[in-house]
């Protein structure tokens, strides 16, 4: 068998040996990119790190979340306080 090329808008790795159905639900009735693709997460920092490409990425413009805060009952509290170092 030979490899293909594949054009995709998304790529979904690890759906698992029976395979994967996905469902996208969208609230929003066009798909403006103010609203979406906010974070990035740590584990996915740390594939890009495996892959080289960390140094590139944060190289690129970008805000850091150094806390996440929130409104519960009424009341704001701090969620997440990212640790220096």
Known sequence: MSPEA???DCCI???G???LQVVVIEKHADFL???RGDTIH???LEVMH???L???L???PHQRAETLEAEMGGEAMLAWRCRSG
């Open 13 to 15: 790795v690890g759906g």
């Open 54 to 56: 960390l140094e590139k």
């Open 33 to 35: 990119g103010d609203f």
């Open 50 to 52: 495996h892959l080289g």
């Open 58 to 60: 944060l190289a690129l």
């Open 17 to 19: 040996p029976a395979g």
């Open 42 to 44: 740590p584990s996915t």
């Open 6 to 8: 594949l054009s995709a």
